[in-house]
Nanobody, 114 residues
């Protein structure tokens, strides 16, 4: 059974940091590209970071230099380290393949507010 489970969200002040985790099960993780998406209220779900199976990373401009995506193939986990968070980073964060081929998980809510 294919499953994605995200965790690590929470309430953080502007300028703070969080690390998100996504555990994948039922997939051949080590040969898959993975991505982190986010969806703010009233907005479409957008891909903000992705990592290939060779560890090449790509980021959207709005998070470049602040977010870092990484992976642990031995545990089938994709991480998103988020630093210098801004209120506009507030969203529900999801993981999936960049082409969105897996069933979506429930996501994890990140709220950046003072």
């Amino acid at each position: 059974q294919v499953q994605l489970v995200e965790s690590g969200g929470g309430l953080v002040q502007p300028g703070g940091s969080l690390r998100l985790e996504c555990v994948a099960s039922g997939v051949f993780f080590r040969l898959m590209s993975m991505g982190w998406f986010r969806q703010a209220p009233g907005n479409q779900r957008e891909l903000v970071a992705q990592i290939t199976w060779t560890n090449t990373t790509i980021y959207v401009d709005s998070v470049k230099g602040r977010f870092t995506i990484s992976r642990d193939n031995s545990k089938s986990i994709t991480y998103l380290q988020m630093n210098r968070l801004k209120p506009e980073d507030t969203a529900v964060y999801y993981c999936n393949t960049p082409s969105r081929t897996l069933p979506w998980g429930k996501g994890t809510l990140v709220t950046v507010s003072s």
